[in-house]
């Protein structure tokens, strides 16, 4: 079975354990990474359940779809991060609506002692700024979430945005800085001039929906 049929199975089976509220997945349109799968999780609590660096804490099933995830032949450079929301659109229902594209920004901080001004300027400007451009429908941001549960595993980067566009066509008219419409070009020059300069790591994929599923309770 490929990874990509077995997440068909995956998703629902992580969504039997409690706390695990939904699951969507999508395939890259835009940028190097090929899939992207998403859960809301209701607390940390919920989260150790399955992440956690002790098998003892971890929900049986959780440690049963590892092990047979871990049985994928071919799959690479997989990521796990647990993020949680710091500002922006309230998320939840509005990812599982409709089958909107996502279009995901991760980076990190270069200074540290600009990172409030950054975060600032992000919350403030940048992100109500793009939810006003023609195409966007909400946006929203991110950081990394530790737990000393989770052990000292890798995760990163540390700042996530999320925005969902109404489609395909946004493709062009806000992924295509040769073609996108004025006001989105007007936001990526302000990135490029102030933003942009102050991240490292950054990256930017756009996603096409291919599954969604709730919990059953």
Known sequence: ??????????????????????GRRYVGVKGETRYLALYSVATMDAMVRVMAADPALKDPRAVDERQRFDAIPGKTDVVSNIYEQISGTTLGAPLLKDDHYLSVVMADIADPDKEAEWNAWYDHSHVPN???????LSGARFRIRTDPRIGDKSMGPKYLALYEWEGAHCLSTLGDPAAMIPEARAELEKWHAYGLPLATNVSWNV????ARHRAFR
């Open 207 to 210: 996603y096409q929906p291919i």
């Open 1 to 22: 079975m490929c990874i990509r049929d077995r997440y068909y199975h995956h998703v629902p089976k992580l969504l039997e354990i409690p706390g695990w509220q939904w």
């Open 130 to 136: 793009l939810t006003q451009v023609p195409g966007y």
